[in-house]
């Protein structure tokens, strides 16, 4: 048996390394949640959107996008407030003028009829409303290989 000067023999030495492995989980777990409910932080009401085969991924350079969703039943929603379609314009003013850019992105139900769609674009462009984005889903490639 060896004498040590620490008063600690050489079986009793403490270990120095971290175990880095349950911080590994933890930070996959945290990133599998985070690309879940990402998602799901995009402003607006849910509605069934339209898909287009030439859609471009919508990049927003806006921190907080204006979205207008137009539901199946033709009911308006500013972000995910209920707004009479003849009250829209008056709603989105205010909104517009204290924001540096006057877009607003328009997320309509596949079965919208066109003529209700329309209405609000019209009820837009009656507002000096003009820069107006589409949001639709990108067609899959599976699902446009399927119709081919």
């Known amino acids: ?42 402003p607006g009401i849910q509605v069934d959107l339209p ?29 995910d407030e209920p707004v009479h379609p003849s009250q829209l314009v008056e709603r989105l003013l205010p909104i517009l003028s204290r924001r540096d850019d006057r877009q607003v992105f328009l997320k309509a139900d596949t079965a919208l009829p066109y003529g209700q769609f329309i209405a609000v674009v019209d009820a837009l462009h009656q507002g000096d409303i003009r820069e107006i984005g589409l949001v639709t889903e990108p067609v899959d490639r599976a699902t446009r290989r399927g119709r081919r």
Not at 14 to 40: G, K, S, Y
Not at 66 to 75: N, P, T
């Open 1 to 42: 048996m060896g004498f040590s000067l620490s008063g600690q023999d050489e079986d009793d030495a403490v270990l120095a390394d971290i175990n880095v492995t349950p911080m590994v989980d933890v930070m996959l777990v945290l990133l599998i949640i985070f690309m879940v409910t990402a998602p799901m932080l995009h």
């Open 51 to 79: 898909e287009a085969a030439s859609a471009e991924t919508m990049k927003m350079a806006i921190d907080d996008p204006l979205v207008l969703s137009i539901k199946a039943d033709g009911l308006v929603y500013v972000r």
